[in-house]
T-cell receptor, first 115, second 113 residues
């Protein structure tokens, strides 16, 4: 069965610093991979997704993520964090083309931004 | 463009009472989902539906009932609420396959006393 691990529960970075949030997945074939963001009191919003093709994907709000098959990872990055990026971030994995399986979410990483 | 709306936004109830959380979407998406979000557990799927009158269990279905008589509505009922069902509940929808992009509502915060 597929699974998702986000090793960092809480990360604090300074405004303007770079950011990398880690995500590791367990799945035998090429998965569908997603990053969602949740602002306080809100539902989740899709940041970016990887289905196939270029392993570096661009998302909204200046985020990007890189799929590394050899490491079973899909880490989220941003070169310069803004205070408005403070939120909780969820990585999710789906079973890929033709599958009827549901998305599996990681437990989330809470991002705090220092001024 | 209303999207996906959940009601109520907040609900306090007592143990043993029946509670229904509402979810309505305006996109005519085929798939709809109910998740619960708890600290330390992330999001866990309760039930999902592939179309009207088609529902199926997710990871944590016990104590919950769903129905989908119309494509746009997917209510979640707690038949006899328990304290362990205190949580934030999110409804989501998707236009196609189960594992594509989800569109989420703003959530219902439920407290069972």
């Amino acid at each position: 069965a597929q699974s998702v691990t986000q090793p960092d529960i809480h990360i604090t970075v300074s405004e303007g610093a770079s950011l990398e949030l880690r995500c590791n997945y367990s799945y035998g074939a090429t998965p569908y991979l997603f990053w969602y963001v949740q602002s306080p009191g809100q539902g989740l919003q899709l940041l970016l997704k990887y289905f196939s093709g270029d392993t570096l994907v661009q998302g909204i709000k200046g985020f990007e993520a890189e799929f590394k098959r050899s490491q079973s990872s899909f880490n989220l990055r941003k070169p310069s964090v803004h205070w408005s990026d403070a939120a909780e971030y969820f990585c999710a994995v789906g079973q890929g083309e033709g599958s009827q399986g549901n998305l599996i979410f990681g437990k989330g990483t809470k991002l705090s931004v220092k001024p | 463009d209303a999207g996906i709306t959940q009601s109520p936004r907040y609900k306090i109830t007592e143990t043993g009472r029946q509670v229904t959380l509402m979810c309505h979407q305006t996109w005519s998406h085929s798939y709809m989902f109910w998740y619960r979000q708890d600290l330390g557990h992330g999001l866990r799927l309760i039930y999902y539906s592939a179309a009207a009158d088609i529902t199926d269990k997710g990871e944590v279905p016990d104590g919950y009932v769903v129905s989908r008589s119309k494509t746009e509505n997917f209510p979640l009922t707690l038949e006899s609420a328990t304290r362990s069902q205190t949580s934030v509940y999110f409804c989501a929808s998707s236009p196609r396959r189960l594992n594509e992009k989800l569109f989420f509502g703003s959530g219902t915060q439920l407290s069972v006393l």
